[in-house]
C-alpha cells in the first residue's frame, strides 16, 4: 500500500496564484499543552474539526481551493467535503508522527496532500514498524495520493527541517463523516 506521487500536479503559474490566494484565509497557530503549534491552519469542512485537544472552526470554501478539490477528484476520484490547509512559516515549523484517523474522517476515502512554496521532507513508517520509515520530497505543485485505509495502517509527520527554507503551505483534502453516513 503506497500513496501516489505526482510531481507536477500544478504549473508553477498555477501553484503561484493559489498560493497567493490562500493567505487572505483566517490562518491561526493554535496552542496544545501551554505550547504554540509548530505551523499556522485553516480548516474547510461540513463542521469544526477536533483533533490534538483543539478545536477548528470551519471556514468558507473559496472559488479556487474548490476549483482544485474538483481537479483532483476528476484525476484519482473521491468526493472530498474538507481540506485542512497547514503553513509552515519555516524550517522551525512542522508537524510530528500522527495519523489522519479520527473517528470522524472517512477511513475508506483517500487523502489527497498538495504542496505549494518551499520542498519538505514527508516521512511514513508503518505503525507496527517504526524504524521502517520512507521519505518523500514533497516539492511545490506536488500531489501526495494516500490510499484508502492507509491512516489505519501508517503514520506521518514533517519535521522540522535541518536546512534553513521559505514558507511552505500544504492543503490536505478528505472526507469527514456526515450525519447521513453509516456508523456516524
Ligand atoms: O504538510 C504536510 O504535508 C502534512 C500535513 C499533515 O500531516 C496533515 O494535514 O495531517
Known amino acids: 500500500m503506497n500513496p501516489i506521487f505526482v510531481k507536477s500536479f500544478l504549473t508553477p503559474l498555477e501553484a503561484e496564484a493559489l498560493l497567493a490566494s490562500v493567505q487572505c484565509l483566517p490562518w491561526t497557530r493554535g496552542q496544545f499543552r501551554g505550547h504554540p503549534v509548530p505551523r499556522e491552519e485553516v480548516w474547510i469542512g461540513p463542521y469544526a474539526y477536533k483533533f490534538s485537544g483543539r478545536t477548528l472552526e470551519p471556514a468558507g470554501w473559496t472559488a479556487e481551493i474548490a476549483a482544485i478539490r474538483d481537479k483532483i477528484q476528476a484525476?484519482?476520484?473521491?468526493?472530498?467535503?474538507?481540506?485542512?490547509?497547514?503553513?509552515?512559516?519555516?524550517?522551525?515549523?512542522?508537524?510530528?508522527?500522527?495519523?489522519?484517523?479520527?473517528?470522524?474522517?472517512?477511513?475508506?476515502?483517500?487523502?489527497?496532500s498538495l504542496s505549494l512554496g518551499a520542498s519538505?521532507?514527508?516521512?511514513?513508517?508503518?505503525?507496527?514498524?517504526?524504524?521502517?520509515?520512507?521519505?518523500?520530497?514533497?516539492?511545490?505543485?506536488?500531489?501526495?495520493?494516500?490510499?484508502?485505509?492507509?491512516?489505519?495502517?501508517?503514520?506521518?509527520?514533517?519535521?522540522?527541517?535541518?536546512?534553513?527554507?521559505?514558507?511552505?503551505?500544504?492543503?490536505?483534502?478528505?472526507?469527514?463523516k456526515l450525519a447521513e453516513d453509516e456508523g456516524f
Open 75 to 112: 484525476q484519482y476520484g473521491g468526493d472530498y467535503n474538507s481540506v485542512l490547509l497547514n503553513r509552515y512559516a519555516n524550517a522551525r515549523d512542522s508537524v510530528s508522527w500522527h495519523s489522519d484517523d479520527e473517528p470522524e474522517m472517512d477511513s475508506a476515502h483517500l487523502i489527497a
Open 120 to 176: 519538505r521532507a514527508f516521512l511514513v513508517r508503518p505503525i507496527t514498524h517504526k524504524n521502517s520509515v520512507q521519505t518523500y520530497v514533497l516539492t511545490s505543485e506536488s500531489l501526495l495520493v494516500m490510499p484508502a485505509g492507509f491512516q489505519q495502517k501508517y503514520q506521518h509527520c514533517v519535521p522540522k527541517s535541518k536546512i534553513a527554507c521559505g514558507t511552505r503551505v500544504n492543503l490536505t483534502f478528505r472526507r469527514m
